[in-house]
């Protein structure tokens, strides 16, 4: 591909983006879905599970708002779109089909990518919600790490909701099957409790937890945000992530074209 044409795809697939942006970001699924349920898991483990320290309660909240805000607005915007049959004129418009998922796929990240600085900067602040505390005890935050890991994180996250949207004829078509995926994930993964304690009773589970892209990005952002770094691990973490991500999206490219022909 030509850098000219490379650049065009990329216009087009901003323009897509802001139009998303615009229109969906406010939607009542998003709001309850992208930053209600996220504080709510929050309380709850604060408050009934006060073994959770500090670390898991910060990351995994900052872990759980990208995860399910940038997932999330894939469910609410394709199957809208499907529903009006907006989705069918977007594809036959002068676009290619990658442009126009692509930009898809970069509205839900920059969701989730708000969400997760916004949380982030909350809980680094105060610490417990109800109480003040001053900064989170133990915190070692590694700005450009850190910040790198939630962009990439909600990238993966918004192609993980892309994937189960593309096909959805309305939003619980996709929410139901989303939603199960990431509870699931969410226990598995080590969100709020560490994998050995998951794992404790079944280690011979433990290897599901590799095979989730949430573990990955719960790592990296603990890494990023308590330390201490591992460079290798934390390169391993992203890296996976990324191939997540290029996977889940031209899958859901694939899926598209078979469904057109």
């Known amino acids: 591909m030509k850098m000219e044409e490379l650049y065009e795809m990329l216009q087009k697939s901003s323009i897509i983006a ?3 942006i615009k229109l ?35 990351t995994g909240v900052v872990a759980v708002s990208v995860f399910f805000g940038a997932s999330t607005l ?3 915007v394709l199957p809208m779109e499907r529903r009006t049959r907006t989705f069918e004129r977007l594809v036959s418009a002068p676009l290619s089909l990658e442009a126009l998922l692509i930009g898809k796929m970069a509205s839900g990240a920059i969701f989730g990518i708000a969400l997760g600085f916004v949380m982030a900067t909350i809980l680094i602040l105060v610490g417990p919600a109800w109480q003040w505390t001053g900064f989170s005890a133990g915190l070692s935050l ?17 192609s993980l909701g892309l994937l ?8 619980a078509d996709a929410m139901m099957p989303l939603n199960f995926l990431r509870f699931v994930m969410i ?16 280690p011979s589970l433990a290897p599901l937890a590799y095979l989730l892209p949430l573990t990955y990005s719960v790592d990296a952002l603990r890494q ?3 330390g201490p770094i591992d460079l290798w691990k934390l390169l391993i973490d992203l890296v996976i ?9 031209f899958t859901a490219i694939e899926l598209v074209k078979h469904s057109m022909r």
Do not use: Q, W
């Not at 699924?29 to 009934?48: D, K, N, R, V």
């Not at 598995?188 to 079944?202: A, C, R, W």
């Not at 992530?241 to 999206?249: E, G, P």
């Open 18 to 20: 802001l139009n998303d």
């Open 24 to 58: 969906y970001y406010f939607k009542p699924p998003s709001i309850f879905f992208g930053i209600m349920l996220p504080l709510i898991l929050y309380f709850a483990f604060t408050l009934g599970r006060p073994c959770v320290t500090e670390a898991y309660r910060l």
């Open 74 to 76: 894939e469910a609410v």
């Open 142 to 158: 590694s700005p450009i790490p850190f910040i790198l890991t939630i962009i990439i994180s909600a990238i993966n996250s918004s």
């Open 164 to 171: 189960l949207s593309v096909r959805a004829g309305d939003v």
């Open 187 to 202: 226990f598995l993964s080590g969100v709020f409790i560490p994998l050995e304690e998951t794992y404790m009773f079944n």
């Open 224 to 226: 990023t945000t308590f």
């Open 241 to 249: 992530l990324i191939v997540f991500s290029i996977v889940l999206i």
